[in-house]
């Protein structure tokens, strides 16, 4: 019984997701959902990782969402819906293991109704709502995010097996592969082994976990050395992000609008004319931190520009449903969808600021601050798109919900006092009429 409104909330998280799924079967692919689409195809083909069956391998995205859609693909006939109902899934499994999450960091403070919150809060935010429509990796990333945090949590935290830690480290590495920036949690899950007091064994555990995360990564830039001779890391297109996230005219805040120039940039188009795949990546790294060396100072101010970018209210879903990406039902109704991840992004950014002030001096606290701080540090050096922030944000949404659920009693649900009314007159009875 304890166990049933869990289960009713999932249904409906998934339920909704799936709507969303129907209504976005029509979607347009555009922008970065065009080249995930086009590697899953390509490798559905068996035509392996490249943008089409004449193409050189490529390691411009990161392989997990690929091989994934690759996935799909092979076993439905390259449908595109289906694709999007196994983002519901994710999702749906996303809540699940931030329902867990919460639980295992004591989150919840005993009242299970805080860490049905967190689920709730995680399933039901428009942003991940509206992702479901979208064939972008951070489908994958979230979920996978969640579920690797909840393992290495349980394995260092409740001081598991070896095997245990490994496990949760090589989930890491696998969400790593989905999103390069994952890496920079790597110092965060380290400090689980110090965070609390715990014992010797618990740091043991807390770098085995970090050390299988870093095999895992490895075993792709190895890949990515056989295959093009450089050692990339993850993915190529860091050398692109550096670039644009570092040009001398890249304006402060918004700095994601350098990108539009780029068909009129000279240098840029000298860097890459008649070069490889990565010979691009290193020529255009090379002049990024050639630039960072040049002024550092210039470099700090376009970093403080990008926390500010990296944080702003999210416009990504209206502008998507304007292009008709989330289907053409929905293209109208974009200055909505627009109103509504704004407020809600706000709000949920608000209550987890006001949460972190409460519980600051708790452990708990300071691990999610570290873990979103370090998240941003990545981003900071090339540029911080709004939609860059997705995937820390259900760690906000681990400290917001409890205090969303904690206003929700207090107001919404808080009961209505009832007029005063006067008691009743005391009934005299006639002496003749009284008990003997």
């Known amino acids: 019984m304890r166990q049933t409104p869990l289960v009713a909330l999932l249904g409906l998280i998934f339920a909704v997701h799936v709507v969303v799924a129907c209504v976005s079967r029509d979607g347009a692919i555009r922008d970065d959902a065009e080249s995930y689409v086009l590697i899953a195809?390509?490798?559905?083909?068996?035509?392996?990782?490249?943008?089409?069956?004449?193409?050189?391998?490529?390691?411009?995205?990161?392989?997990?969402?690929?091989?994934?859609?690759?996935a799909v693909f092979a076993l439905t006939g390259g449908s595109l819906l289906a694709a999007r109902l196994v983002h519901a899934l994710l999702w749906t499994l996303a809540a699940l293991a931030a329902y867990r999450l919460a639980r295992a960091l004591a989150l919840d403070r005993g009242r299970p109704q805080n860490a049905w919150a967190v689920a709730a809060v995680t399933g039901l935010y428009p942003e991940f709502v509206g992702m479901t429509g979208l064939l972008w990796s951070e489908n994958l990333t979230i979920s996978l995010l969640l579920v690797a945090l909840l393992a290495v949590v349980t394995a260092v935290?409740?001081?598991?097996?070896?095997?245990?830690?490994?496990?949760?480290?090589?989930?890491?590495?696998?969400?790593?592969l989905t999103r390069s920036t994952v890496l920079a949690l790597l110092p965060a899950i380290l400090a689980l082994g110090w965070l609390g007091r715990p014992d010797r064994r618990c740091r043991w555990l807390a770098a085995a976990a970090v050390l299988?995360?870093?095999?895992?990564?490895g075993l792709w830039t190895g890949r990515n050395l056989r295959v093009h001779g450089v050692p990339i890391l993850v993915e190529s297109n860091l050398g692109y992000n550096l670039y644009v996230g570092n040009c001398p005219d890249t304006p402060v805040p918004f700095a994601w609008q350098r990108a539009r120039r780029l068909p009129a940039d000279a240098r840029y188009q000298r860097l890459i004319a008649g070069r490889s795949e990565a010979e691009r990546y290193r020529a255009l790294t090379q002049a990024a931190l050639a630039e960072i060396r040049r002024d550092p100072l210039a470099a700090l101010r376009r970093a403080a520009g990008k926390t500010f970018d990296f944080w702003l209210p999210d416009f990504f879903l209206a502008r998507n449903a304007r292009v008709g990406a989330l289907g053409g039902a929905v293209r109208r109704i974009w200055p909505a969808i627009l109103a509504m991840t704004v407020a809600t992004s706000l709000l949920a950014m608000g209550a987890a600021l006001v949460r972190a002030w409460q519980t600051r001096a708790e452990w708990q606290t300071q691990w999610i601050v570290l873990a979103v701080g370090l998240y941003m540090l990545p981003h900071l050096a090339t540029y911080g798109a709004s939609r860059y922030r997705l995937p820390v944000m259900p760690l906000l949404l681990l400290l917001a919900a409890p205090l969303l659920a904690?206003?929700?009693?207090?107001?919404?649900?808080?009961?209505r006092r009832k007029p005063a009314t006067?008691?009743?007159?005391a009934i005299r009875f006639p002496r003749s009429h009284a008990c003997s």
């Open 41 to 70: 195809r390509n490798l559905a083909a068996g035509h392996g990782f490249a943008f089409h069956p004449a193409s050189p391998p490529t390691s411009w995205r990161a392989p997990g969402y690929p091989l994934l859609l690759a």
């Open 157 to 176: 935290r409740q001081r598991r097996s070896l095997a245990g830690a490994l496990g949760a480290g090589l989930l890491v590495g696998l969400a790593a």
């Open 212 to 217: 299988a995360a870093g095999a895992t990564v």
């Open 406 to 415: 904690e206003w929700w009693e207090r107001g919404v649900r808080r009961p």
């Open 422 to 425: 006067r008691p009743a007159a």
